[in-house]
T-cell receptor
Framework: GQQVMQIPQYQHVQEGEDFTTYCNSS?????IQWYKQRPGGHPVFLIQ?????EVKKQKRLTFQFGEAKKNSSLHITATQTTDVGTYFC????????????FGRGTSLIVHP | DTGVSQDPRHKITKRGQNVTFRCDPI?????LYWYRQTLGQGPEFLTY????????KSRLLSDRFSAERPKGSFSTLEIQRTEQGDSAMYLC?????????????FGPGTRLTVL
């Protein structure tokens, strides 16, 4: 079955440093979504990428979808303590089940 | 509040008991999903509905689990003869599909503890 791998599992950074999490799928994806889950909270939708090579920005967050539509990344510039949480990617298989497969997530810890 | 709501927020039960959770999606959303999440893992798909029709169930979903969405609005998830391995956060999400767009809005979850 489809697998979505996410690395790293944890990332500690000093406030102001950059952060990147990577998502890799074993199969080609039709689209990929990113979610953020704060400690004790529920996943909150951030963005969806659909096109090969697509890059989208939301303030300090930059999302990329690979050319082969098998990988994606989320980069945060100059982290803040409000960025703390777990970031999940969720991919839908091209031509397959409609259901997204979530990665294990990357937990970001920002030290002030 | 117009977000997804779930009830109860916490449930503690003894092994072997049945439990039922309720999810109220965002009004007008046609799709409703149930997920399970354990510590350190991403949400794991259980089942989803489009309106009142249950369109897909995870192969991991045992026959002790059943879900309904009788009128295409709220949904219930029942777990019969609970086991300790059922302890998890049960998340509900809803979406309004539009072409490729299917943004899922998650509820706060029901945390189940089976003793």
């Amino acid at each position: 079955g489809q697998q979505v791998m996410q690395i790293p599992q944890y990332q500690h950074v000093q406030e102001g440093e950059d952060f990147t999490t990577y998502c890799n799928s074993s199969t080609t994806l039709s689209n990929i979504q990113w979610y953020k889950q704060r400690p004790g909270g529920h996943p909150v939708f951030l963005i969806q990428l659909v096109k090969s090579g697509e890059v989208k920005k939301q303030k300090r967050l930059t999302f990329q979808f690979g050319e082969a539509k098998k990988n994606s990344s989320l980069h945060i510039t100059a982290t803040q303590t409000t960025d703390v949480g777990t970031y999940f990617c969720a991919g839908r298989v091209a031509g397959g089940s409609y259901i997204p497969t979530f990665g294990r997530g990357t937990s970001l810890i920002v030290h002030p | 509040d117009t977000g997804v709501s779930q009830d109860p927020r916490h449930k503690i039960t003894k092994r072997g008991q049945n439990v039922t959770f309720r999810c109220d999606p965002i009004s007008e959303h046609n799709r409703l999903y149930w997920y399970r999440q354990t510590l350190g893992q991403g949400p794991e798909f259980l089942t989803y509905f489009q309106n009142e029709a249950q369109l897909e169930k995870s192969r991991l979903l045992s026959d002790r689990f059943s879900a309904e969405r009788p009128k295409g609005s709220f949904s219930t998830l029942e777990i019969q003869r609970t086991e300790q391995g059922d302890s998890a956060m049960y998340l509900c999400a809803s979406s309004l599909t539009s072409g490729e767009r299917d943004t899922q809005y998650f509820g706060p979850g029901t945390r189940l503890t089976v003793l």
